[in-house]
Nanobody
Framework: VQLQASGGGLVQAGGSLRLACTVS????????????VGWFRQAPGKEREFVAAMRWIGSRTYYEDFVKGRFTVSRDNAKNTIDLQMNSLKPEDTAVYYCAAHPQTATVVVEDARGYTSWGQGTLVTVSS
């Protein structure tokens, strides 16, 4: 699986941005599809943290508490993207945002970055106060 994140930029506090993660599954084998596509972020000097995720099949979504009600994960089948709509942005949301794919395994812990084996290059989101 190859992923590419896009859509970052500079926005004022209270504004919105929409990130897109283009997902390319390299073979037609069903087992090659990801189990979950997740969004993570890493702010300067901080650990990478989970933001949100979506099941590849079924589209169940997961959110970290600090983005619930503000961020929404959705899938655009026409563009083959997993999008992250970010509203009511705060300066503390400033970070590099990454999308990642979790393979199909017996156990999936969506919040654990260690389970994700394919990562996009990241896109910078800067929220000014």
């Amino acid at each position: 699986v190859q992923l590419q994140a896009s859509g970052g930029g500079l926005v004022q506090a209270g504004g919105s941005l929409r990130l897109a993660c283009t997902v390319s599954v390299l073979t037609s084998s069903p087992s090659s599809s990801p189990s979950v596509v997740g969004w993570f972020r890493q702010a300067p000097g901080k650990e990478r943290e989970f933001v949100a995720a979506m099941r590849w099949i079924g589209s169940r979504t997961y959110y970290e508490d600090f983005v619930k009600g503000r961020f929404t994960v959705s899938r655009d089948n026409a563009k083959n993207t997993i999008d992250l709509q970010m509203n009511s942005l705060k300066p503390e949301d400033t970070a590099v945002y990454y999308c990642a794919a979790h393979p199909q395994t017996a156990t999936v812990v969506v919040e654990d970055a260690r389970g994700y084996t394919s990562w996009g290059q990241g896109t910078l989101v800067t929220v000014s106060s």
